[in-house]
């Protein structure tokens, strides 16, 4: 696998370690004109500094933050430890349905906002990963053609697949997908709850 999606380092941690299966994205400015397009059926997660800030997240992950091996300015090697494949894909046209994933991602809501309202199109992508650990992790350096605000990129190295293994099990992946789609299927009440998928000890 060479194709890897880039997202930010403490997102990165929280799906690989099950605290989250989705992710949000609108796209960057080196997208096409159409902005982010889920291109790909199957990728690496690329964790990336750039853009990432701490009072993006909520407090929970925020110690995760401040933990993080990847500097603000960028390491010589990138770190590639997880493979994900597209389990859902939903491009969500108001603010309110995207608000109804509250407690299923670690983003906060005044991000999210910001994300929706940028740019010419008012809507977001929420896309669901089944991610896979890598056997061991694999060190790639961090070359300049990879910098710059794009979703995806094409790497020198190819990453092996083989031998992965899910970070989460079958039945408690499930259950977190129900979840996302149940908040998606205009069942108001449900999304007047707040219901969350994000245990506080699966953050870390």
Not at 61 to 69: G, H, L, T, Y
Not at 77 to 89: L, M
Not at 162 to 189: C, M
Request: aromatic share 8%.
């Amino acid at each position: 696998m060479r194709t890897a999606l880039k997202e930010w380092a403490v997102v990165v941690d929280a799906l690989g370690t099950g605290a989250q299966i989705l992710i949000l994205r609108k796209g960057g400015i080196h997208d096409t004109a159409g902005g982010f397009q889920m291109d790909h059926p199957e990728f690496c997660l690329f964790p990336t500094a750039f853009h990432q800030q701490r009072e993006s997240v909520i407090a929970l992950a925020q110690e995760r933050f401040d933990r993080s091996a990847i500097s603000a300015n960028g390491d010589s090697q990138i770190r590639i430890e997880y493979f994900a494949r597209v389990a859902d894909w939903r491009r969500l046209n108001s603010l309110a349905t995207a608000e109804c994933l509250r407690g299923q991602h670690i983003w906060r809501d005044e991000v999210i906002a910001q994300r929706f309202e940028w740019g010419r199109e008012k809507t977001i992508h929420a896309v669901v990963l089944r991610v896979f650990r890598l056997p061991a992790p694999m060190l790639i350096p961090s070359l300049s053609k990879y910098a710059g605000c794009k979703s995806w990129l094409e790497l020198d190295e190819e990453v092996p697949t083989s031998g992965t293994e899910p970070v989460l099990s079958d039945e408690a992946f499930e259950g977190k997908l129900r979840l996302f789609r149940r908040a998606l299927d205009d069942d108001t009440s449900f999304c007047a709850s707040g219901t969350s998928s994000l245990p506080q000890e699966t953050v870390r």
